[in-house]
């Protein structure tokens, strides 16, 4: 778990990481929206629970909380659900319904506190409303990106992510080489299926978020992109040109597992 930064005055990131040695490292985002009804926007890595708990704690208190926002039940967004089902009984879960059926086999899921969302939808969350819109990348069927046209901002899930050198917090730590390549490794890979699709569909998934214009971009894998809308749209316009991605096999695995079990400071 990382501290938690500011991504404008009404929100707050709850940053965390994931180093891969040899290959670099993923950004693992949640966010606290503090609207009239305060939105929490996924629950972190569960190996950092306790901590990303504590983070919460110092930007809003759990029980305040009247919504918890789960993009998709993928475990690097899933991680404190079950404990902040517990810590925030006053906020429903707003998430996409199979979702919450498939989660609901993991752990004893309430699912009367289940409020249903796919692409389309609405939440009230006091002072605007939000609306749920299918991110243009994505690797799991029950993603739902969340659209907050009072802010211009769209929370995109994993999509405009990246593979970047170093735990960051702004984007212009990266150069534009490092951003590209970053952003073509990670989409190779959260959605291999770019390579598969008719291009022209694929010019109009990116063309829903061009529509949209959202000033500010929240990823799960990227720093807040503030004005950077095009130049994330034509990365991601341009992967199905990108060689697919490689899984490390398992020498060069096993390579990766000797070097996280070593350390960073030795590895
Ligand atoms: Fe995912
Ligand atoms: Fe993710």
Excluded at 70 to 75: E, F, K, M
Excluded at 76 to 103: E, F, K, V
Excluded at 151 to 167: E, K, N, Q, Y
Aim: negative net charge; hydrophobic residues 45%; glycine residues 6%.
């Amino acid at each position: 778990m990382d501290t938690p930064y500011e991504a404008g005055s009404d929100v707050t990131v709850l940053p965390s990481h994931l180093d891969v040695p040899g290959v670099g490292t993923l950004v693992v985002n949640a966010f606290v929206l503090k609207a009239e009804q305060p939105v929490l926007i996924d629950t972190g890595i569960g190996i950092d629970s306790d901590a990303f708990i504590e983070a919460l704690r110092s930007v809003v208190d759990p029980r305040d909380l009247r919504w918890i926002w789960l993009t998709h039940d993928d475990s690097d967004h899933t991680g404190s659900l079950p404990a902040l089902m517990q810590a925030a009984p006053n906020a429903r879960l707003a998430t996409h319904p199979l979702g919450a059926l498939r989660m609901s086999t993991w752990f004893p899921l309430d699912l009367e506190r289940v409020h249903a969302i796919s692409p389309g939808a609405t939440i009230d969350a006091g002072d605007r409303t939000l609306r749920a819109v299918m991110p243009p990348t994505f690797d799991n069927p029950t993603s739902t990106a969340l659209h907050d046209e009072s802010t211009s901002t769209l929370f995109c899930v994993d999509a405009f992510g990246a593979i970047v050198p170093r735990a960051i917090t702004s984007l212009d730590d990266l150069t534009e080489d490092e951003l590209v390549g970053g952003m073509t490794a990670w989409t190779t890979f959260d959605s291999p299926w770019a390579h598969m699709t008719d291009r022209s569909r694929f010019g109009q998934a990116l063309d829903v978020v061009r529509t949209l214009a959202p000033h500010r971009v929240l990823s799960a894998h990227l720093p807040p992109a503030l004005g950077r809308l095009e130049e994330l749209l034509k990365i991601v316009s341009a992967v199905p040109d990108a060689d697919p991605f490689q899984a490390p096999d398992a020498e060069a695995f096993a390579q990766i597992a000797a070097a996280i079990a070593v350390g960073p400071a030795s590895a």
